[in-house]
């Protein structure tokens, strides 16, 4: 029995997610007609493929030295571009974005930073870029007619962002303040003296926040990852509406990633395609075409982070059934995160 236990409680783990997935598939198909979709596959070009694929690598590139420079100096980049490669390709495979623990795990270890540490510092990576998305829904709203719905959803991110940023920023800086207060009023046991080292490696990691020449250029970085990420949107909206402004690119590429931020499947399976679909409609664009290059740049994400993340993987020297059984799970032991030894 306790095997068939264990598959109930993975399956109740994956439902979620799935029935979101679901649904927003629904909602995407019930709007498109079949041969417009057909069509519309057509008209992806292999350049534009090529272009978008070009594009995406640069991206990853740019993506790999910002958490760099918000990890610190003693992380190589090297260190840095597989660990989000790894991420990346696990978040697509894994649920509840197991990912993001899986590098946490990987470059924790191999730069000696620890698992708890490395976190925190993708949490104010995520947090970025929660912010960019927010204001270029905000900026871009007003060349929009009957959109003023969204306006205090996007505002209202953008608030809780830097709210929290600041929040984060206090703690940093008052590190000690804070830890003294924390052992003041938590009676001194075994889960106490479990947790404090962990919450202790979690606030340094903000420590990014209270050095201001690391933050600005952390912060001029995650914007040159936005416009990279920007043009991938322009090409393939130039394409779906030809003489699009520039302007449309940095409001689907906003709502797409408020979109993909919602609890879902794997690699965010249907609510991606649902969000690209929805931005262009709202633009006034086909659905059949907008479907047809939302599922093509979405493999092509995919197959980008398959490449790096499974060389990643290799390069780690741990069999993907050892990445399934250890990340697939809610309950990950964390002593053996801490205590794993370092890969040479």
């Known amino acids: 029995m306790p095997g068939k236990k264990s598959t109930w409680k993975q399956i109740l783990r994956w439902l979620p997610g799935v029935l979101i997935s679901a649904i927003a598939f629904y909602a995407v198909l019930k709007f498109i007609n079949i041969d417009d979709l057909k069509n519309a596959f057509h008209t992806v070009k292999l350049g534009f493929i090529l272009i978008v694929f070009g594009i995406s ?48 795990f990987f470059v924790g270890r191999s730069s000696g ?34 959109m003023d719905w969204i306006k205090p959803i996007a505002m209202i991110v953008l608030i809780l962002v830097f709210a929290a940023l600041f929040i ?9 303040k804070v830890l003294g207060w924390m052992n003041k009023i938590t009676k001194p046991n075994k889960i106490v003296q479990f947790i404090l080292p962990r919450i202790e490696s ?20 995650v914007g040159v990852n936005w416009v990279v990420w920007t043009s991938i949107h322009c090409l393939a909206i130039e394409a779906i509406i030809p003489g699009a402004p520039i302007w449309w690119g940095a409001f689907v590429s906003g709502v797409m990633a408020l979109g993909v931020a919602i609890p879902s499947a794997p690699s965010a399976l249907g609510v991606y395609e649902a969000s690209y679909v929805a931005a262009i409609a709202i633009l006034g664009g086909q659905t ?10 979405h493999l092509i994400n995919f197959a980008l982070a398959a490449i790096f993340g499974i060389w990643g993987l290799i390069r780690e020297g741990l069999g993907f059934s050892k990445i399934l059984s250890t990340f697939g799970s809610t309950e990950v032991n964390t002593d053996s995160i801490d205590n794993e030894k370092e890969v040479v």
């Open 57 to 104: 690598v640069l991206g990853l590139v740019i993506r790999a030295k910002v958490w760099q420079v918000i990890l610190g100096k003693d992380v190589t980049f090297k260190q840095s571009f597989f660990g989000v490669s790894e991420g990346y390709f696990l978040n697509n495979v894994l649920p509840f974005r197991a990912g993001e623990l899986a590098r946490s």
């Open 168 to 176: 984060l920023f206090l703690v940093a800086r008052n590190k000690e």
């Open 113 to 146: 930073k620890g698992t708890f540490y490395v976190l925190s510092t993708i949490i104010i990576e995520r947090a970025f870029d929660l912010a960019f998305a927010a204001a270029f829904v905000v900026m871009t709203l007003p060349y929009l007619l009957g």
């Open 288 to 297: 059949g075409m907008a479907l047809a290059y939302a599922i093509v740049l």
């Open 202 to 221: 979690i606030i340094e990691g903000f420590s990014l926040l209270a050095k201001p020449s690391q933050f600005l250029l952390c912060l001029f970085l």
